[in-house]
T-cell receptor
Framework: NAGVTQTPKFRVLKTGQSMTLLCAQD?????MYWYRQDPGMGLRLIHY???????AKGEVPDGYNVSRLKKQNFLLGLESAAPSQTSVYFC???????????????FGPGTRLTVL | RKEVEQDPGPFNVPEGATVAFNCTYS??????FFWYRQDCRKEPKLLMS???SGNEDGRFTAQLNRASQYISLLIRDSKLSDSATYLC???????????FGPGTRLSVLP
């Protein structure tokens, strides 16, 4: 049971290049999320998905696209990378939150991206 | 105004000390509350959920005050291995909107 995995772990891009980050989970979670974490700031939600084939924007979606073609995978794309997208990217997954329920997010190990 | 605020830190405490972290949230409709721990250059991991009645897990005690929109985490008899950043997390409703505080860094010194 690997939990949440992310590839790649590190990447350096030049401005204008594109790339895709892959997140995979084997816990049969419905919900998946992409966050970015910058120094001195909390994790900020980029996009999320509440099920296969559905995605929605989070707090900071500009410059990113996502796809959830399979329940276990959630892809984050950068079409034209910018230095402002230098960050650590975390993927997470969870069961659907229920009224009064205690939902828990499980995180992947992160991808460290540098855009030059 | 930030939605979730935490003590700015860092906290530097000796082994065996008791340390308390505070967190406030702005959305009174928030539904669930958590403390996560994040080690340097690692992913956040759930430390404990926070219940209205308060809850304890070994040396860790979490409290929630909905009226004051305040969450706390108390660590007793701190260990070197407790050194990490502690994140306060609030779920604002029946959905996906987990809001993370900026975190408070703790260093436990020998």
């Amino acid at each position: 049971n690997a939990g949440v995995t992310q590839t790649p772990k590190f990447r350096v891009l030049k401005t204008g290049q594109s790339m895709t980050l892959l997140c995979a989970q084997d816990m049969n979670h419905e919900y998946m999320y992409w966050y970015r974490q910058d120094p001195g700031m909390g994790l900020r939600l980029i996009h999320y998905s509440v099920g296969e084939g559905t995605t929605a924007k989070g707090e900071v979606p500009d410059g990113y696209n996502v796809s959830r073609l399979k329940k276990q995978n959630f892809l984050l794309g950068l079409e034209s990378a910018a230095p402002s997208q230098t960050s650590v990217y975390f993927c997470a997954s969870s069961y659907p939150p229920q009224a009064g329920g205690m939902d828990t997010q499980y995180f992947g190990p992160g991808t460290r991206l540098t855009v030059l | 105004r930030k939605e979730v605020e935490q003590d700015p830190g860092p906290f530097n405490v000796p082994e065996g000390a008791t340390v308390a972290f505070n967190c406030t949230y702005s959305n009174s409709a928030s539904q669930s509350f958590f403390w996560y721990r994040q080690d340097c250059r690692k992913e956040p991991k759930l430390l404990m959920s926070v219940y209205s009645s308060g809850n304890e897990d070994g040396r860790f005690t979490a409290q929630l005050n909905r009226a004051s929109q305040y969450i706390s985490l108390l660590i007793r008899d701190s260990k070197l291995s407790d050194s990490a950043t502690y994140l306060c997390v609030v779920n604002e409703g029946y959905g996906q909107n987990f809001v993370f505080g900026p975190g408070t860094r703790l260093s436990v010194l020998p």
